[in-house]
């Protein structure tokens, strides 16, 4: 279970990040476009992640990765 939290605590960067920019006044001149921006990137890289998944379990055959999934029901 430690490896789960650790995945949603993980899962968290984005919005500090977006957070933390905004409170020291560096979002830019367009913020909205910067968030949005920002917010599609990480969409992007969690995306590939979890796409990389299968096959990675299936070159190296380690199966932890199957631990963390979260059921859908």
Same mark, same amino acid.
């Given at each position: 279970m $430690? !490896?789960? =939290? &650790?995945?949603?605590? !993980?899962?968290?960067? $984005?919005?500090a990040r977006i957070v933390l920019f905004g409170v020291t006044d560096r979002l830019g001149a367009n913020p909205i476009e910067f968030i949005t921006c920002s917010t599609g990137l990480w969409t992007l890289v969690y995306l590939c992640i979890t796409l990389a998944i299968? $096959? &990675? @379990?299936?070159m190296t055959g =380690? @199966? !932890? /990765?199957?631990? /963390? @999934?979260? /059921?859908g029901a």
């Amino acid at each position: 279970m $430690p !490896a789960k =939290i &650790v995945v949603f605590v !993980a899962m968290l960067f $984005p919005l500090a990040r977006i957070v933390l920019f905004g409170v020291t006044d560096r979002l830019g001149a367009n913020p909205i476009e910067f968030i949005t921006c920002s917010t599609g990137l990480w969409t992007l890289v969690y995306l590939c992640i979890t796409l990389a998944i299968t $096959p &990675v @379990r299936r070159m190296t055959g =380690i @199966r !932890a /990765s199957l631990r /963390s @999934r979260v /059921s859908g029901a």
